[in-house]
């Protein structure tokens, strides 16, 4: 008995490696199937792109990313330890593959992976696109200029489309001023409402729209293709404060990508939800609420809090938000131009 006892106490020695090493590659698989599950419920089924110029969504969160910094709630959780690839700042491409030219809108901090993905549906062997719109000067729109420089891609005179005080404000702040200096960029400065023709297909008119404007103005922009327009908003105080009806706006776009910050005002409660104005999507949904159907389809939301419940797929709000005839925008759609 007592030999017995030795060798299943030898047998186990023996075989613990290899329970521990099972182990390890059954959470492995696990694990790798839950990020599969996770990217499946999140995935875009599009259309490639062929000889048609087209948008892509290259990220649709708010300035500070999520999880966002500092962040202790359930709604960041998770991401500190497990981020989700698919949770990058916003921004939309243009591809025009007939001139074989790309532009990005907004320089974020998910700049490297945003221009890589761009580049992706190009011919070309450029890293970077052949030119940058900012809207304005807060921090997730334009602090990815900062990867152009010395110390990362060191570009050459790439065109950063701006308006007159962004302008003002590269040119004489640091480290801003230093991409100028050593024509890492070159700004190209507009004007409201005149349009800007980048080639035989693409036109971007930029407009003014109401916003915290403490450093720069901002603005909007209406991207015009052979065959579509494309509206991007992706910051504006109230629809109220604009001079714009923004209904009446929408007859003269196929698409329109709209400031959704925040699902409504109870998902803040850390902060004065007045000194963060922004359009709730349950406000838009009533500002837009007797449009008819095919007007409604042509609203992609965009501009997502960390804390705003439509990011989830599977929430009520996102389901709410596709009930009532819009559409949530998601990060790697196509859309023809």
Known sequence: MAKVSHDFKS???????????VLILLVAACQDKKEEQAETSHKVVVAPIDNTPSLVVLGTIQDAGSPHIGCKKECCKDLFEHPDPLRKVVSLGIVDPENDKTYLFEATPDISTQVKKLGNFTNGNSE???GIFL??????????????????????????????????????????????????????????????????????????????????????????????????????DKW???????????????????????????????????????????????????????????IYFIHF?????????????????IDNGFNVARIHQILPL
Do not use: C
Request: proline residues 6%; hydrophobic residues 35%.
């Open 305 to 321: 809090n960390h804390t705003n419940a439509v990011i989830n797929p599977d929430s009520r709000a996102y389901q709410q938000v």
């Open 11 to 21: 047998y186990s020695q023996r075989m613990k490696p290899v329970f521990f090493l």
């Open 128 to 130: 970077l696109p052949d």
């Open 240 to 298: 109220s404060k604009w001079e714009t009806d923004i209904s009446e706006f929408l007859s003269e776009v196929d698409y329109a990508f709209l400031d959704a910050t925040f699902f409504d005002g109870d998902e803040i409660n850390s902060r004065d939800i007045s000194e963060i104005p922004h359009p709730f999507i349950i406000e838009s949904m009533e500002e837009f609420r007797t449009l008819n159907s095919e007007e409604k389809k042509k």
């Open 135 to 236: 809207t304005h000067a807060h921090i997730g729109h334009y602090t990815g200029l900062m990867y152009l420089g010395k110390e990362a891609a060191n570009s050459n005179n790439i065109p950063v489309y701006t308006m007159p005080r962004m302008k003002t404000f590269l040119e004489t702040n640091g480290p801003w001023s230093q991409l100028v200096e050593q024509h890492n960029i070159s700004i190209k400065v507009m004007a409201a409402q005149m349009g800007v023709k980048l080639t035989s297909n693409l036109e971007v008119v930029p407009m003014l729209v109401p916003h915290r404007d403490e450093f720069s103005e901002t603005v909007g922009y209406k991207i015009k293709g052979p065959n579509k327009t494309a509206l991007f908003i992706p910051d504006i």
